[in-house]
């Protein structure tokens, strides 16, 4: 499994548009096969959103990084906030403890 982790901050009078522009940008990411998104907002941090993606394979995630989609995202962060820490963590097993 292969793990895209984003963590993005909005600008303060920009937090909605960063907002919707994430949800838009997540809805087509769905298209792509093999992907679970997960986006949430820091409960201590005021403007702060993380991005999860899981990918089943690396052939998947490194297609969605060369797309369109993926451009979107980081443009909408770009432009509506500030990319705070983008990752890729690949893992060989999960076990449920």
């Not at 997540?26 to 093999?34: A, G, H, N, Q, Y």
């Not at 690396?58 to 979107?72: C, D, G, N, R, V």
Request: charged share 30%; glycine share 2%; hydrophobic share 35%.
């Amino acid at each position: 499994m292969n793990i895209l982790r984003i963590t993005a901050k909005a600008n303060p009078q920009k937090e909605v548009e960063l907002k919707q522009a994430l949800k838009s940008a997540l809805e087509k990411t769905s298209k792509f096969k093999d992907v679970k998104n997960c986006c949430s907002k820091n409960l201590f941090e005021d403007d702060v959103f993380h991005i999860e993606q899981e990918w089943e394979s690396s052939a998947s995630l490194e297609s969605y990084l060369k797309s369109k989609e993926f451009q979107y995202l980081i443009g909408a962060i770009t432009v509506l906030g500030e990319l705070k820490e983008q990752k890729i963590i690949r893992t060989t097993s999960i076990e449920d403890i």
